[in-house]
């Protein structure tokens, strides 16, 4: 893809294309403030440079019936997201459906050499099925603070070896292709955003709980990133004095006392003390537990593992609070790896936050689980790299 919109009004239209999928210059018409001349010089200049085609006839609306038009259908975009356990990979159109997606078990501490000549492979295999000829641009996502106009971590904690690495330079020269950066849970509220449950919403939270815990800041239907980009970093809100040492240095972090790896070394405390026979045997097992045998234990009717999953999410929303009561939301997505622990986890977190918050911010508040998985990283990948692409050059 050479070809970039001219101004802001082309920008405009492709966006609109990748949004809502064909449509017709009338129906574009309606949405865009130009008149109907200018209008169509716009899309006629976009025609030409093959960024848009042209797609058959639109449905009549009386008079002359208007051509259907859309966004180039061999543009082609590859999502990464990087998580602390795993590398998602997938191609998309550039309407942003999701053509393929692989996951691959991958430790982010192995480093970024390592873990891109994974993340690289992945995108190859997918290639090679046909999927794509070429990459047009590319979206990353990396679990760990990102200074975003030069698409590089800064001192992630659970990232070692990753600070100050070149990322979006050194994957362009692999890719050839342009390239952006961000922090995984940026991409998972943008992801939501685009396909999942905060479809309708311009202001909105979406908290990551996984091997760490962030948070997505959405204002006015775009990403919050904050002076430096590291808007959102709640993991590190402290939520007990003199708690838990935690990976940033401090102690007492929420991200210390529950997240993924927290939850899991919990769960062997209770297994090993003679607290949970269930967690136990699971422990017996399989030599180490996770998040996913504390739900599992739970959903079983293992009274320890529901307590440790309620005082979890009393912590988070304990936190989450007072996000709300400082921004007034209009929605509030928990998504991550921990959200296999379901309704359990869902319930604490919605009874802190209606108990703390003023009725003002929560009266008419939903707090959900996100309905993307794995896929809502990869699709705000696609959905970043089509932002910057789709912008006048």
Avoid at 21 to 42: F, T
Avoid at 78 to 89: E, K, N, P, R
Avoid at 158 to 176: C, H, K, T, Y
């Amino acid at each position: 893809m050479t070809a970039r919109p001219a101004n802001a009004h082309q920008a405009r239209l492709l966006r609109l294309l990748r949004d809502g999928g064909p449509n017709s210059r009338a129906q574009l018409g309606d949405q865009i403030d130009l008149s109907r001349s200018k209008l169509a010089v716009e899309v006629d200049r976009l025609l030409d440079t093959g960024l848009v085609v042209a797609d058959g006839l639109a449905a009549s609306r009386g008079g002359r019936r208007s051509h259907n038009i859309r966004l180039a259908p061999a543009l082609r975009f590859l999502g990464i997201d990087i998580g602390a356990t795993s590398i998602d990979v997938a191609v998309t159109n550039a309407e942003l459906e999701v053509l393929g997606h692989l996951n691959h078990p991958m430790d982010v501490r192995e480093g970024p050499v390592a873990v891109f000549e994974q993340a690289l492979a992945l995108a190859a295999k997918l290639k090679a099925s046909g999927l794509a000829e070429g990459f047009d641009g590319a979206g990353i996502g990396v679990p760990g603070p990102v200074r975003f106009p030069e698409g590089v971590p800064v001192a992630p904690p659970i990232m070692p070896g990753w600070d100050g690495f070149p990322v979006r330079e050194a994957l362009s020269q692999e890719l050839g292709c342009p390239v952006m950066v961000d922090n995984d849970v940026n991409l998972m509220a943008m992801g939501e955003q685009h396909a999942g449950v905060a479809r309708s919403v311009g202001d909105f939270l979406c908290v990551k709980i996984g091997t760490g815990i962030g948070c997505g800041i959405v204002v006015g239907g775009e990403v919050y990133r904050g002076t430096t980009g590291s808007a959102g970093d709640i993991g590190h809100i402290q939520v007990e004095p003199d708690g838990r040492a935690c990976a940033c240095g401090n102690k007492g972090c929420l991200e210390a006392h529950f997240s993924g790896a927290a939850l899991a070394r919990d769960a062997e405390d209770a297994a090993r003390s003679g607290r949970s026979p269930e967690l136990a045997a699971r422990l017996e097992t399989a030599g180490r537990l996770t998040a996913a045998d504390v739900a599992a234990a739970a959903a079983a009717g293992d009274a320890t593992s529901l307590d440790l999953i309620r005082e979890g999410g009393n912590r988070v929303g304990q936190v989450i609070a007072g996000l709300v009561s400082f921004f007034n939301p209009g929605l509030v997505v928990i998504g991550g790896g921990v959200t296999g622990l379901g309704h359990t986890l869902l319930a604490s977190v919605r009874t802190q936050v209606y108990r703390q918050s003023l009725p003002l911010a929560t009266g008419n508040l939903p707090i959900v689980l996100g309905e993307l998985g794995p896929a809502a990283g990869v699709i705000g990948a696609a959905r970043l790299i089509s932002d910057h692409l789709f912008s006048p050059a």
